[in-house]
């Protein structure tokens, strides 16, 4: 099955900075990578997702990357705000059998220094 | 146009006891996904449903598992005899339809068992 690695477990950066959240998947057949925000006690909110068709999305201050090749893709936040603070998770998954649950890393516990 | 709705959000239960959570997808979407969520962990893919249909559940484990999303009414996840290793926050999510399209998810049922 799929495994999905995320990195860093934490990332501490100051208020303006940008932050880079790595992930690498080892399935070939995974074609759709999602990111969700979590604050404390909430839901996952979907922020943005990339398909494998393909190399880079961007919506205002954020985006994402997925190299197909190497098997990663990247979340790039830029100018980072206090609100940013939250545990980012990345996911994959394959539509291919029917199987179509997301396979999550373990998180990023992003921290915005004032 | 309500999102993906849970209860109950909290659950308490005795060793032993049942617990039964359930999830009503947002409105037009068919398709319903339990994750469940250890403290300090990502989220782990459980089960995918369609209506009246099991699609996979080889994240759910067999014994004590069961979920059904009939034809009428909401989601159920049901965890019978539960140990204190099932608490954890249970999540579902919906889609509109298979394949690369978005989940959006719920608040989730904290369960605790005592």
């Known amino acids: 099955g799929e495994n999905v690695e995320q990195h860093p477990s934490t990332l501490s950066v100051q208020e303006g900075d940008s932050a880079v959240i790595k992930c690498t998947y080892s399935?070939?057949?995974?074609?759709?990578f999602p990111w969700y925000k979590q604050e404390l006690g909430k839901r996952p909110q979907l922020i943005i997702d990339?398909?494998?068709?393909?190399g880079e999305k961007k919506d205002q201050r954020i985006a994402v990357t997925l190299n197909k090749t190497a098997k990663h893709f990247s979340l790039h936040i830029t100018e980072t705000q206090p609100e940013d603070s939250a545990v980012y998770f990345c996911?994959?998954?394959?539509?291919?059998?029917?199987?179509?649950?997301?396979?999550f890393g373990k998180g990023t516990h992003l921290i915005i220094q004032p | 146009n309500a999102g993906v709705m849970q209860n109950p959000r909290h659950l308490v239960r005795r060793r032993g006891q049942e617990a039964r959570l359930r999830c009503s997808p947002m409105?037009?979407?068919?398709?319903v996904y339990w994750y469940r969520q250890l403290p300090e962990e990502g989220l782990k893919f459980m089960v995918y449903l369609q209506k009246e249909n099991i699609i996979d559940e080889s994240g759910m484990p067999k014994e004590r598992f069961s979920a059904e999303f009939p034809k009428e009414g909401p989601s159920i996840l049901r965890i019978q005899q539960v140990v204190r290793g099932d608490s954890a926050a249970y999540f579902c999510?919906?889609?509109?339809?298979?394949?690369?399209?978005?989940?959006?998810f719920g608040p989730g049922t904290r369960l605790t068992v005592l």
């Open positions: 996911a994959a998954s394959s539509s291919g059998g029917g199987a179509d649950g997301l396979t």
């Open positions: 999510a919906s889609s509109r339809r298979e394949g690369l399209n978005e989940q959006f």
């Open positions: 399935d070939s057949a995974s074609n759709y």
């Open positions: 990339i398909r494998s068709n393909v």
């Open positions: 409105k037009g979407h068919s398709h």
